[in-house]
Antibody, heavy 120, light 113 residues
Framework: EVQLVESGGGLVKPGGSLRLSCGVS????????MNWFRQAPGKGLEWVGR??????????DYAAPVKGRFTISRDDSKDTLYLQMNSLKTEDTAVYYC???????????WGQGTLVTVSS | DIVMTQSPDSLPVSLGERATINCKSSQSVLYNSNNKNYLAWFQQKPGQPPKLLIYWASTRESGVPDRFSGSGSGTDFTLTISSLQAEDVAVYYC?????????FGQGTKLDIK
């Protein structure tokens, strides 16, 4: 059974940093394509970024609002995906979800999410 | 970026009646090399993550009741619930995975009339 468990959310001041983690089980993280999505309170779903699997070069791409501020990485030995968030803005306040993308680019497994609040 | 637009924003439906949600993409999400539409539908209930219902525009995810069906191709898609059950009250999102940035419709809130 595939399980994704996010952690690391919390309250941070504007301009601050936070690192989210996503513990992965039931899939081989090193070859998996993994995504981060977010959902602002009462709003819709937004893609944040993706990291490809090792065989595909582990390349990353990001949504325009976070490019240059957020970085996706992973530690395959710990079966953990990360989202490093720097220079946080109030508009980054959201529940952040990690998701696993299958070979057909479908994000069919999602974690429960972790809330990030950016406020002074 | 591919913009996804859903209609309606809100949909009240009586129990046992049909619910229909529409989704339009700003460009085709049909990949010609495999003739597949890179379009999915998600259901989200309060406090829960999105749940995949339909992918390839019309393929039901394992375990999803057969009252849920998807149709359409190219830029126009529909999610139909043939007979609304109380547990179907949720927000529904269409989603294109044709290209990054992956995008979603704004959501349709489905509730009981």
């Amino acid at each position: 059974e595939v399980q994704l468990v996010e952690s690391g959310g919390g309250l941070v001041k504007p301009g601050g940093s936070l690192r989210l983690s996503c513990g992965v089980s039931g899939i081989t993280l090193s070859i998996a394509w993994m995504n981060w999505f977010r959902q602002a309170p009462g709003k819709g779903l937004e893609w944040v970024g993706r990291i490809k699997g090792k065989p595909d070069g582990e390349t990353t791409d990001y949504a325009a609002p976070v490019k240059g501020r957020f970085t996706i990485s992973r530690d395959d030995s710990k079966d953990t995906l990360y989202l490093q968030m720097n220079s946080l803005k109030t508009e980054d306040t959201a529940v952040y979800y990690c998701a696993a993308e299958d070979s057909s680019n479908i994000n069919d497994y999602w974690g429960q999410g972790t809330l990030v609040t950016v406020s002074s | 970026d591919i913009v996804m637009t859903q209609s309606p924003d809100s949909l009240p439906v009586s129990l046992g009646e049909r619910a229909t949600i529409n989704c339009k993409s700003s460009q085709s999400v049909l990949y010609n090399s495999n003739n597949k539409n890179y379009l999915a539908w998600f259901q989200q209930k309060p406090g829960q993550p999105p749940k995949l219902l339909i992918y390839w525009a019309s393929t039901r995810e394992s375990g999803v009741p057969d009252r849920f069906s998807g149709s359409g191709s190219g830029t126009d898609f529909t999610l139909t619930i043939s007979s609304l059950q109380a547990e179907d009250v949720a927000v529904y999102y269409c989603h294109q995975y044709y290209s990054t940035p992956y995008t979603f419709g704004q959501g349709t809130k489905l509730d009981i009339k």
